[in-house]
């Protein structure tokens, strides 16, 4: 019996660049020997200018592409990384997604399952459009095995109550909670500290999860053999055992996106999901696995619909790939490392709250103007329209730029400016529609732009403010 | 109908500081050193000025606001001074005060003062400026040579030049004005240079090196105003006299609209139209003998020559490498070694080039004076190519 919301969309993000184990192996495998042994594959990394925030906007993106965001009632954020411990995270996204303001934002944290909880919630609560977004960037000490297990990324699920148009049901869902301490991060601290992986294999993955996965099965009505893919985020040899102690040993076990990500936290299990609905024909049921002091375990059956649209997001990301040459860099963008950036580093980047509330809809959401009178598209919207043939007084509705597309008119990449990535790239960069923006890129090494490129924005942190401990967020131009 | 300011207004005296990295000097003493040197010039006594003008771009940085530095700095006699600020054009801003209050007869005498101290920040380049509450949260925290090096992108771009041509020329400008500052004992950099030693030079804001970056200094200029039939009664026969004067700001186009391509810039173009018709001037090429622009970056310089009218559309690298704009050349550009080598303080920057137009109208340029010169163009951008407040004035000789 199908929970009254079901998957209608599903979209992926992970940061550009990948950390190459072997080359943390190399940074550290003098003082963690074992290193070596595990330096295969690549991390999926931040870039200085991305958080828990900015994949989460990515990922809803990439879910929604031109959904009617009006529709949207709820936006549900899980991470255990978000930037602000107060201030709603989940606000900052909605606003960046031009969510309506009716939206009922929540964040959901302290857990690593909190992704799938968000997930099963959304399925039971049954409202007409709903969105969910597991997003993590979590920090690891460096020459510790988290430094090569872990990767950032984020995935979102848009849910429906119109099941017959969904992609995916859940049908049925179970918990376990147990305070099993497998692993934790005091508030304000920046590393887990990580117990035994043999002692969590033997306790909590061998004899919690069979109990919730049989659960979640009695739930949803289904026997173990019509599992045919178990999407559980641990080592694949873990995941096999569990597999077949619970029965499912004829499911095939998703990837867990070792080589070319990384363990996202909160949002793997939906990452997971979301690679395997890739592929999962129509009929096709899967057990997933939420873990993190107990377990969430849920049953998703395909629905006809997924041939009409099949997701590819993680696919896509996992192949928009490009290496991250330094550990020492990778470092210092996750504030590991106190780089001496020179003078110009110590601008006071002080924000104006009551100018960015003013002004929320034009930074946070991308919102320009369109000139009712001559259909000039500009940035920022203003009283007085910018083409010198029109100059009309209040003319202009709001259009919104954050979707579009762009041309480099012109760039420069900075060495003398501030930049945590240098060199800092800029730009003159021309809206399709019309208008004109001189504009920070990111996601570029040097030689990388071009004019005339075609661009599309994404929404990054644009601003440090050490002083005050507070980061601001607009839209950069990047390469298509 | 207006008429302009052409001969209303003539410059009885001009000084100038040594510009450079004045660890001796603070704004007060930078601006008694041009102030000294203009009283004795203009043969007046302190007291005879009716009215000031001082202009000084990043006021927080040493000089402060207001009046208070100039009134305080030369012990004025309690008269009014007005502190003005045009971004790069200051120096012209506070120029355009003095002769305005001269031409309303508000005054026999005004001063212009131009001053900036930067070299207190603690590090090389300009200082960052905030550009206001809204626009921080959305303009990139550009610098100075990274905004300016925008129009070496696009300029290429619009002509079909590789970059590499295009930096070739680039590196003439600044060679040329190496040349020329070698030759000023006030300039900031007085070393020669090869072009090769500029394609070679370190990257600052691609594609400009160091040597396509002008210098930044601190410096005074000043200048002394008054009516041409006043200085006829002090003896003065020929004199120098402001022909035009136009100031033209953007309007938001460039940075907002797509009739801007980034490869020139728009305000420029309107200033100087304005100028050469208020000056009366119809072949600016033939009537100009020398000028002086804004060569914050040698791109600036390079675009310029085409918005000024001085080099044809697209052909402005072609006409610097063949000599155009060099001392021997048919319109010398930078005579004094300009922003590139005589240096950059901003507020001062206008007044400079006026003083240099002005010593050589007068036969006064020692080892750099050209032959007869008898028109002189300067020429302030001011910000950045995106969004910018530019100057355009003529100074010609006039007699009496």
Known sequence: ?480 | MASGIRDKVAIIGMGCSKFGERWDAGPDDLMLEAATEAFRDAGIERDAIGAAWLGVFFDEQSTGKSALPLSVALRLPNIPVTRVENLCATGTEALRGAVYAVAAGACDFALAMGVEKLKDTGYSGLPERTKGTFEDLYLPASTAPGAFAQLASAYAARHGLSIEELRKAMAHVSWKSHENGSRNPKAHLRNRITEQQVLDAPMIAYPLGVYDCCGVSDGAACAIVTTPDIARSLGKREVVTVKALQLAPSNGVEMGHRSWDGSYTLTTRIAAERAYKEAGIRRPREEIDLIEVHDCFSITELVVMEDLGLSDPGRAPHDIRDGRYDRDGAIPCQIDGGLKCFGHPIGASGLRMAYEIYLQLLGRAGERQLSAPALGLTHNLGGIPNRNVTSVALFGLHST
Not at chain 1, 75 to 93: E, G, I, K, R
Not at chain 1, 170 to 177: F, L, Y
Not at chain 1, 254 to 281: F, Q, R
Not at chain 1, 358 to 379: E, L, P, S
């Open chain 1, 1 to 480: 019996m199908a929970l009254p919301a079901g998957i209608a969309r599903v979209g992926a993000y992970l940061p550009r660049l990948r950390l190459p184990r072997g080359r943390i192996a190399e940074a550290i495998g003098w003082a963690n020997p074992q290193a070596r042994a595990q330096a295969s594959g690549a991390r999926a990394v931040c870039n200085w200018d991305e958080d828990a925030l900015t994949l989460a906007v990515e990922a809803a993106r990439r879910c929604l592409e031109d959904h009617d965001r009006g529709a949207i009632g709820s936006l549900t954020l899980a991470s255990t990384t978000l930037p602000f411990a107060d201030h709603d995270n989940a606000a900052l996204v909605c606003g960046a997604l031009d969510l309506a303001q009716a939206t009922r934002t929540s964040n959901l944290g302290s857990s690593l399952r909190a992704g799938a909880d968000a997930l099963v919630d959304a399925a039971r609560q049954g409202e007409a459009c709903s969105l969910v977004i597991a997003a993590d960037a979590r920090c690891a000490r460096p020459a510790s095995s988290q430094e090569l297990a872990f990767g950032h990324g984020a995935a979102a699920f848009l849910m429906t109550s119109d099941v017959g148009a969904a992609i995916a049901v859940v049908d049925g869902s179970a918990h376990v909670t147990a305070d099993f301490v497998d692993h934790y991060r005091m508030a304000g601290e920046p590393f887990d500290y990580a117990l035994e992986e043999r002692w969590v294999r033997e306790e909590a993955y061998a004899k919690l999860v069979p109990g919730a996965i049989g659960r979640a099965l009695e739930s949803a009505g289904v026997k173990a053999e019509g599992i045919r893919h178990l999407v559980m985020p641990c080592p694949q040899a873990i995941a096999k055992r569990i597999a077949a102690s619970s029965g499912l040993a004829s499911a095939r076990i998703t990837d867990n996106l070792h080589a070319n990500c990384g363990e996202t936290g909160t949002a793997h299990p939906l990452l997971m999901l979301a690679l395997a609905l890739e592929s999962a024909a129509a009929g096709e049921r899967l057990m997933v696995v939420g873990f993190g002091q107990g377990v969430t375990a849920f049953v998703v059956t395909v629905q006809p619909a997924i041939d009409r649209k099949r997701p590819k997001t993680v696919t896509t990301a996992l192949a928009r790939a490009v290496e991250e040459q330094s550990y020492v860099r990778y470092l210092s963008h996750a504030g590991l490392l106190d780089l001496d950036f020179g003078m110009r580093a110590e601008r006071d980047n002080r924000t104006a709250q009551s100018a960015a509330w003013r002004k929320h809809r034009d930074v946070t959401a991308f919102v320009g103007g369109r000139c009712a009178a001559c259909g000039t598209v500009q940035y920022p919207k203003a009283h007085v329209c910018v083409n010198p043939d029109c100059r009309k007084t209040d003319t202009q509705v709001e259009y919104r730029l954050a979707d579009s597309m762009g041309r480099v008119k012109s760039f420069t990449e900075d060495w003398q400016a501030y930049s945590p990535r240098p060199p800092y790239i800029y730009g003159n960069v021309e809206f399709e529609e019309g208008g004109n923006l001189l504009m920070e890129f990111t996601d570029l090494e040097p030689g990388e732009i071009a004019v005339n490129a075609p661009v599309r924005f994404v929404f990054r942190i644009k601003d440090v403010d050490r002083m005050r401990g507070f980061q601001r967020y607009f839209w950069k131009a990047t390469r298509v």
